[in-house]
């Protein structure tokens, strides 16, 4: 052969393959009535032992309508580490499906309000309409573990909640 003039880094992995990415809305499914497994599932078939990587939720993909089994995409993961919001049947999601083969293992990595989860206009008595603050509004319960200290601290005038690694609570206000 002759030179490398680089077209082989372009190539793809194996004859006829696509190596492109796509991204297809889809509802996350309601529960088989026949109960035969849940649509959000955290253990195998014998349902006790955990998913080996993570989480499955079953997904119909738009406007295929086709069935598929999806990781999820979080902001946390790690060694012991994770992050987690229940999922409702209905919820759009936006799904990653590799090389465009729902076979590839498809990943949700978004989700969108729709008419079932409507997006709130008001929060905490603010119109979220004039587009000058950022929210969460959560409907499940919150629970943030740490194995180290946590604080919320305001940067302008310096007041804070904390907890410290032995698990003493400081309240301090702005002005020392």
């Known amino acids: 052969m002759g030179q ?16 492109r990415s796509w991204g297809l809305w889809g509802t996350v499914d309601a529960d088989p009535t026949d109960a035969t497994r849940a649509s ?8 006790t032992t955990p998913l080996p990587d993570g989480y499955l939720v079953d ?4 406007p295929t309508n086709i069935n598929v089994q999806c990781r999820v995409v ?5 060694l012991g580490e994770a ?13 990653m499906v590799p090389e465009g083969d729902e076979r590839a293992g498809c990943a949700i990595v978004g989700r969108a309000n729709n ?12 119109d979220v309409t004039q587009n000058n603050f950022g929210f969460q509004r959560l ?4 629970v943030i573990e740490t194995a180290s200290g946590y604080l919320i601290r305001s940067s302008v005038t310096g007041a804070h909640l904390g ?8 309240i301090g206000a702005g002005d020392g």
């Open 4 to 19: 490398n003039d680089g077209r082989d880094l372009l190539a793809d992995p194996y004859p006829g393959a696509d190596t």
């Open 40 to 47: 959000v599932r955290f253990f195998g078939e014998d349902g």
């Open 59 to 62: 997904v119909t993909l738009h």
């Open 74 to 78: 979080v902001p946390i993961a790690g």
């Open 83 to 95: 992050s987690y919001e229940p999922f409702n049947p209905g919820d759009l999601v936006y799904v």
């Open 115 to 126: 008419e079932l989860d409507a997006f709130p206009t008001t929060v905490a008595g603010f």
């Open 139 to 142: 409907r499940a319960p919150r």
């Open 163 to 170: 907890i410290d690694q032995s698990g003493g609570v400081t």
